[in-house]
C-alpha cells in the first residue's frame, strides 16, 4: 500500500457498504480516521461486526479486521448513529440501471433525505457513487429541502475509480482524485483527507467531476469494442489480435492496457454506466450513438463466441461443455452481468449439458442457474467433457497439468474466451485451441 499516514485524522460516516463503501471505509481507517460504516442489510452488518466480509476482495478482510480490534472501524445498521458522527459522510450505495438504461436514483435520494432529516450540524456530503451529471445539484436540493434545523450541506462529487479484484490497492494507489465541489473549504477538506496518496489531486466543478467518471467507463468500454471490432477481422485473415493490440498499444498515445480483446467487458459497472451514459446524451439532446455500437459489439460478442463453440463441436445438442470461471472477473466472487451468465444461457439453449467451476463465484452463480453441475476443482470439471470452455481468466486454469487434461477429456478442445492458456504449447500436446482474434 503506498498512501502514506495523514498527521490529520478525521471523523467519517460511510453510507453503503458494498464494493466501495467498504474499501473506502476501511481504506480510510486504514489511514488513521475514524470511521462508521452503515448498511441497511443487517446480514452484511452482523457479519462484517465479527470481521467477516461478505465479498471476496483481495486484501480487504484483514484491514478491515485490523482496524475493527484497532476500534478505528466500526459497523452499524443504524443510520443516526453515523450522520452524527462524520464531519465528513461519503454516499456509496448502489444507482442500477433502471428498466430504460437510464441510473436509478432512489437509493442515493434516500440516503441525501436520512442525512437531511438527522444532521444536527454543517455537513460535508460526498458522492462517490456513480451519477449521472448534475445529481450533486439534485442532492443538494433534496438535502435543503429534508433538513429541518438551520445547518448547512456542501456537496462535494468525489468518482471513484477502483476495479474489483484489485479494490484495496486500486483505492490506495489511484492514478488521480477527482474532487467536484463548490465551497473552497469543503474542498480543502476533502483533498486534505486524500493528502496522504500523494497523487494529483483535480479540482473541478460537480457536473465536470460526474462527467468524468461516466466518460471514464465509457472510453474503457470503447477501447475493449474496438479491439473485440479488430480481432473478429483478424481471425478471418489469419492475423493475431495479440500482436495487433501490442502493436497498436505501444504507441504511447493510445497504451496497451485494456486492449485484451475475449467475450466482452461485463460486471456491475461498464454495462449499466455506459447505458447511464446514453440517456444523460439523450436528454441533453447529444448523439451518443458511438456508445451504443459499443454495447452492440459488446452483445455481439458473446453470441459469436457461443458460435465458434457450436463450429468445433459440430452442435451443442447433448454435448457436455466444461465452462472454467463464472465471475466477471479474476479475482473477484462478483457475478453481476457476468459474460458467464449469458455465455451458458446460450449454451443451454442449444442444448448443451453444463459443468462449472469457479474458485470464488460459485455460490452466486448456484442463485441463476441451480441445475447446472458444479465442480469441486477444474479436473472434476473436464473429466469426461466434449470441450473446455474458458470465461474467467483465473491464475489457477494456467496452472494445469494440460497433459493429464487432455488424458481425462472425451475431446481435447479449448475454447479460450480471454486468449489467456499458451495456445502453442496446447497444440503441441495435442488439443484443439480457438481463441478470440488468434
Ligand atoms: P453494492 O451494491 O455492492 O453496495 C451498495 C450498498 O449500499 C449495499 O450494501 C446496500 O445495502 C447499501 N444501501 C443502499 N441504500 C442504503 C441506505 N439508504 N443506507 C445505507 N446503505 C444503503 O454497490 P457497489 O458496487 O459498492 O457500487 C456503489 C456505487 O459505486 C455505484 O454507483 C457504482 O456504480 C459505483 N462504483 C462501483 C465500483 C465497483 O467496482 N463496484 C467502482 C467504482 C464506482
Ligand atoms: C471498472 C473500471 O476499470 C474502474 O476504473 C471503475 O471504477 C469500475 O469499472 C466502476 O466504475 O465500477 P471493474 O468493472 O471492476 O472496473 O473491472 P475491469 O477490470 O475494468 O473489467 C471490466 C470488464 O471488462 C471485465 O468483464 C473484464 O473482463 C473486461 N475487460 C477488461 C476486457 O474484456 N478486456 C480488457 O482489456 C479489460
Known amino acids: 500500500m503506498s498512501a502514506s499516514k495523514s498527521d490529520y485524522f478525521m471523523n467519517i460516516a460511510v453510507i453503503g457498504a458494498g464494493y466501495v463503501g467498504l474499501v473506502t471505509g476501511a481504506c480510510l481507517a486504514e489511514l488513521g480516521n475514524n470511521v462508521v460504516c452503515v448498511d441497511i442489510d443487517k446480514r452484511k452488518i452482523n457479519k462484517l461486526k465479527q470481521g467477516k466480509v461478505p465479498i471476496y476482495e483481495p486484501g480487504l478482510e484483514e484491514i478491515v479486521r485490523k482496524n475493527l480490534t484497532r476500534k478505528r472501524l466500526a459497523f452499524t445498521t443504524k443510520i443516526e448513529k453515523a450522520v452524527n458522527f462524520g464531519e465528513i459522510i461519503f454516499i456509496c450505495v ?12 432512489s437509493y442515493l435520494e434516500k440516503a441525501a433525505e436520512q442525512i437531511a432529516k438527522l444532521a444536527k450540524d454543517n ?7 456513480t451519477v449521472p451529471v448534475l445529481t450533486a445539484r439534485k442532492v443538494h436540493k433534496i438535502l435543503k429541502q429534508h433538513s429541518k434545523s438551520n445547518v448547512e450541506f456542501y456537496v462535494i462529487s ?9 479494490a484495496v490497492k486500486d483505492f490506495m494507489n489511484p492514478d488521480r482524485i477527482v474532487i467536484g465541489g463548490i465551497n473552497k473549504e469543503a474542498i480543502r477538506k476533502v483533498c486534505e483527507l486524500y493528502r496522504p496518496f500523494n497523487v494529483p489531486i483535480l479540482e473541478t466543478t460537480p ?22 471490432m479488430v480481432a473478429n477481422l483478424c481471425e478471418k485473415v489469419n492475423a493475431n489480435i495479440k500482436d495487433v493490440a501490442l502493436g497498436i498499444g505501444l504507441d504511447k498515445r493510445i497504451g496497451t492496457a485494456f486492449l485484451n480483446a475475449g467475450i466482452g467487458f ?3 459497472c461498464f454495462p449499466k454506466d455506459i447505458e447511464a451514459f446514453i440517456k444523460v446524451g439523450e436528454k441533453h439532446r447529444c448523439n451518443f450513438a458511438l456508445l451504443k455500437e459499443v454495447i452492440k459489439i459488446n452483445v455481439r460478442q458473446r453470441k459469436l463466441f457461443v458460435k465458434k463453440i457450436e463450429d468445433v463441436l459440430y452442435g451443442l445438442e447433448n454435448k457436455t461443455i466444461a465452462v472454467l470461471g463464472l465471475a466477471f472477473k479474476p479475482n473477484t466472487d462478483d457475478i453481476r452481468k457476468a459474460p458467464a451468465i449469458e455465455i451458458i444461457r446460450l449454451l443451454l439453449d442449444k442444448g448443451a449439458k453444463i459443468k462449472a467451476y469457479d474458485p470464488k463465484a460459485m455460490d452466486n452463480m448456484r442463485k441463476i442457474f441451480p441445475h447446472i453441475q458444479y465442480c469441486n476443482n477444474p479436473y472434476e470439471t473436464l473429466a469426461n467433457s466434449d470441450a473446455m470452455v474458458l470465461i474467467t481468466e483465473w491464475e489457477e486454469f494456467k496452472k494445469l497439468n494440460f497433459e493429464k487434461v487432455k488424458k481425462i477429456m472425451k475431446q481435447a478442445i479449448i475454447i479460450d474466451g480471454r486468449n489467456y492458456l499458451p495456445h502453442n504449447r496446447l497444440e503441441r500436446i495435442g488439443f484443439t485451441y480457438v481463441g478470440v482474434g488468434i
Open 94 to 105: 448502489g444507482t442500477p440501471a433502471r428498466k430504460d438504461g437510464s441510473a436509478d436514483l
Open 123 to 129: 455537513k460535508i456530503v460526498v458522492i462517490k457513487s
Open 266 to 268: 461485463g460486471g456491475s
Open 158 to 166: 468525489n468518482p471513484e475509480f477502483l476495479r474489483e479484484g484489485s
Open 207 to 228: 457536473e465536470s467531476a460526474e462527467i468524468i467518471k461516466h466518460a471514464s467507463n465509457s472510453f474503457l468500454a470503447t477501447k475493449i469494442s474496438f479491439i473485440n
